[in-house]
């Protein structure tokens, strides 16, 4: 089976926040030519702060063209393996939905932890694809953040 890039994606993004609440859109292109495609991704969130903690739960909607699905869930005819139950798959546009939070706390100086929480339903086109079992991605980050002033 042919090797599946992760890419790296750059593109246009409008946001805007009124009070707590926040939302972001983006349109993003495949910078590195793996996926040769595009998404769109709108997040829209709120902003909870209780003492020195900061929580910010939000909600993620992609849209993910079928050249991008196509490369990350489809399989060619030359990939097609039917004794390791992979048939020939070509996956089509989709939309994928999410949930996540970023829990910050700020600790010395202009140092802060970060962490970053999500849950992701796969498009049906995913889900339906040989190539996964599940139709949910669980994801988390932990980082240590440096706040440079200017």
Partial sequence: MDERKSSFEGGVAFSAKYKNYSIENMLLHD????HKSWLNRTEIG????????GLYPSVVVLYLSGDFMNYYYGVKQNENNLALNRPYYKASSGM????QTYI????????SLLFNLRYDLLPKSAKNSPLTEDNYIYSGLASIIYTFEY
């Avoid at 994928?96 to 949930?99: A, F, I, L, R, V």
């Avoid at 910050?104 to 140092?111: A, C, K, W």
């Fill in 104 to 111: 910050s706390y700020p600790l010395i100086n202009d140092f």
């Fill in 46 to 53: 709120v902003k909870y702060e209780f003492g020195k903690l």
């Fill in 96 to 99: 994928e939905y999410g949930m």
């Fill in 31 to 34: 910078l590195l030519g793996y």
